[in-house]
């Protein structure tokens, strides 16, 4: 993962911090891991948290399906300084009963909000479709996207949890971070 946080601070001539220190689960100390990124892209602030936490059982077995083992923890805010005011929205994946019924959908994924021309700028996004692919085919993976107004800024929070790390998971939800500040200043 520093390899990418690294491109990252490159690309987007951001700040850069990585911390190590150990954790205790019980047993032993093992390695936790911080990176903290964050950058300005036109009116936004983009922050990303990410934290890993080595297991003692980092393979899984089949006995415990990885229950146990490594975790990846990433939160990404994407703060958009805006004089309008913007319409909440949340983005889930799809139910199981939506998934056994309706089993060629156009969108992997549901999304709430009450404004069409926001909600077809979601479903049109790439990069969005990019990350719901990856819950397709990790069901670990399930983030939980929501951007809302909060205190006078538009504020979209991501946060998700993994077993594996998946930098193409944070290379797509930083590309839409960025296309939800290119989309809030048209």
Same mark, same amino acid.
Do not use: V
């Given at each position: 993962m520093e390899n990418t946080f690294t491109? *990252?601070? !490159? %690309? !987007?001539?951001?700040? #850069? *911090?990585k911390s190590e220190k150990k954790w205790w689960n019980g047993h032993a100390y093992l390695p936790l891991k911080n990176y903290h990124l964050n950058y300005k892209?036109?009116?936004g602030k983009i922050i990303i948290?990410?934290?890993f936490r080595q297991s003692e059982f980092s393979k899984p077995s089949? =006995?415990?399906?990885?229950? #146990?083992?490594?975790?990846?923890?990433c939160q990404v805010k994407c703060k958009i300084e805006i004089d309008k005011s913007f319409l909440n929205f949340s983005i889930s994946e799809r139910g199981i009963l939506a998934k056994l019924f309706n089993r060629k959908p156009d969108l992997n994924y549901v999304i709430k909000c009450n404004n069409e021309n926001l909600k077809n700028f979601l479903k049109r996004n790439q990069n969005l479709k990019d =990350? #719901?692919?990856i819950v397709e085919n990790s069901p670990?993976?399930?983030?939980?996207?929501?951007a809302k107004m909060k205190n006078g800024n538009y504020e979209l929070n991501i946060m998700y949890n993994t077993q594996q790390k998946?930098?193409?998971?944070? %290379?797509?939800? %930083?590309? #839409?971070?960025? %296309?939800?500040?290119?989309?809030?200043?048209?």
């Open positions: 491109k *990252l601070k !490159e %690309n !987007e001539n951001a700040e #850069f *911090l892209y036109l009116n948290h990410y934290e089949m =006995i415990d399906g990885g229950a #146990f083992g490594d975790r990846h923890n =990350i #719901f692919t670990e993976f399930s983030p939980l996207i929501e998946n930098e193409n998971a944070l %290379n797509s939800i %930083n590309e #839409f971070c960025k %296309n939800l500040i290119d989309y809030c200043n048209r």
